[in-house]
């Protein structure tokens, strides 16, 4: 049965998956990490910031800011992609993982490379479509 917690274990990888603590780029690959992770929580702040103010301004002094909502939305699409990176690369992204559960403990890592290449696959499907229909 796999449990699951919002933070990340011991057995978390600090960098990202195929690459050990050792070498240069891992270390790299670690700092570069952190710095996302530092600016993701600055962005937060910043957003949070924003929106308090705005809620200050608009309730409480009657003269709301007109910019407040679309920095406020702008401040969460660079979190949410930040934050995205940041997980991804430490392959705690969400998944469902009941059928790669099933298979052998060895098969595993193979299944998720299957996976990424074929979804790379069909992302980029549509764009080699269009390529393809444009070049004749």
Same mark, same amino acid.
């Given at each position: 049965?796999?449990?699951?917690?919002?933070?990340?274990?011991?057995?978390?990888?600090?960098?990202?998956?195929? /690459? *050990?603590?050792? &070498?240069? +780029? !891992? $270390?790299?690959?670690?700092?570069?990490?952190?710095?996302?992770?530092?600016?993701?929580?600055?962005?937060?702040?910043?957003?949070?910031?924003?929106?308090?103010?705005?809620?200050?301004?608009?309730?409480?002094?009657?003269?709301?800011?007109?910019?407040?909502?679309?920095?406020?939305?702008?401040?969460?699409?660079?979190?949410?992609? /930040? *934050?995205?990176? &940041?997980? +991804? !690369? $430490?392959?705690?992204?969400?998944?469902?993982?009941?059928?790669?559960?099933?298979?052998?403990?060895?098969?595993?890592?193979?299944?998720?490379?299957?996976?990424?290449?074929?979804?790379?696959?069909?992302?980029?499907?549509?764009?080699?479509?269009?390529?393809?229909?444009?070049?004749?």
């Amino acid at each position: 049965m796999t449990t699951f917690s919002a933070t990340p274990g011991p057995e978390t990888q600090l960098a990202a998956p195929g /690459f *050990g603590h050792e &070498t240069m +780029l !891992a $270390r790299g690959l670690a700092r570069l990490m952190r710095w996302i992770e530092y600016l993701c929580a600055a962005v937060l702040a910043a957003d949070v910031l924003v929106v308090f103010l705005s809620v200050i301004y608009r309730y409480f002094l009657h003269d709301p800011f007109d910019w407040a909502e679309e920095v406020a939305g702008a401040l969460m699409i660079v979190l949410v992609f /930040f *934050g995205a990176a &940041t997980v +991804l !690369a $430490r392959s705690q992204h969400v998944g469902v993982d009941l059928f790669r559960g099933m298979l052998p403990r060895r098969w595993q890592p193979a299944l998720v490379q299957l996976r990424g290449c074929s979804s790379r696959a069909w992302c980029r499907q549509p764009s080699l479509r269009w390529r393809w229909r444009s070049s004749r």
